[in-house]
């Protein structure tokens, strides 16, 4: 599937009270949106305190707001860390609460 048509896709964007890794704006109004953010765990940080972490950066750096502004509905808030071959991947929501359920991928 390509994006291009419908979507700007904005790798490091301003937008909020930081910079967003990735976001994935819609050209049309009420089409969905998506943040990213993505982390590599610093040394004796594990997997899911680096999920909490991108996940409270998304939040208190309101990444979302430029793609709220520009009438993106829903915003899908993602955070994603890697470690060598494995990644994994949450919601923000589920990160924050602390869910388990999320996907590793290896």
Do not use: C, I
């Not at 972490?53 to 009438?71: F, K």
């Amino acid at each position: 599937m390509q994006l291009e048509g419908d979507y700007d896709v904005r790798s490091n964007r301003e937008s909020g009270l930081g910079r967003a890794d990735l976001l994935v704006r819609p050209r049309t109004l009420g089409r969905p949106g998506v943040v990213l953010e993505l982390k590599v765990p610093q040394r004796g940080e594990t997997p899911e305190q680096a999920l909490l972490a991108a996940a409270r950066q998304v939040r208190d750096r309101r990444y979302a707001a430029e793609l709220v502004a520009a009438g993106a509905a829903p915003v899908h808030e993602l955070v994603a860390v890697f470690d060598g071959k494995r990644a994994w991947v949450r919601l923000v929501d589920e990160a924050l609460s602390g869910a388990k359920d999320g996907h590793a991928l290896g």
